[in-house]
């Protein structure tokens, strides 16, 4: 079982800029894709990036342009650089694999986004 560690959430004013980090333990973490899901209050949880072993990346239209997500295998960590966050991308962001059953949770890192 891989346990998931994010961070890097946290207050922002819209049109500003956060990235998220995961930290994943064990390295057989580098054989999945991963993906950032958020969940907003009231709300089911989403899927708004992937990427696979090899890089390629995907995004949820609500989020294309502005979200970048990356890997480093080597380190087991998994980002998400978001730029030109709007009201609506506050919610509770977690990782976790794409495409087979989701690892246990973690904590998962809250980002508001309010002026």
């Known amino acids: 079982q891989v346990q998931l560690v994010e961070s890097g959430g946290g207050l922002v004013q819209p049109g500003g800029s956060l990235r998220l980090s995961c930290a994943a333990s064990?390295?057989?973490?580098?054989?999945?894709?991963m993906g950032w899901y958020r969940q907003a209050p009231g709300k089911e949880r989403e899927l708004v990036a992937r990427i696979t072993t090899g890089g390629s990346t995907n995004y949820a239209d609500s989020v294309k342009g502005r979200f970048t997500i990356s890997r480093d295998n080597a380190k087991n960590m998994v980002y998400l650089q978001m730029n030109s966050l709007k009201p609506e991308d506050t919610a509770i962001y977690y990782c976790n694999r794409v495409q087979q059953t989701p690892w246990s949770w973690g904590q998962g890192t809250q980002v508001t986004v309010s002026s």
């Open positions: 064990g390295s057989i973490f580098r054989i999945y894709s």
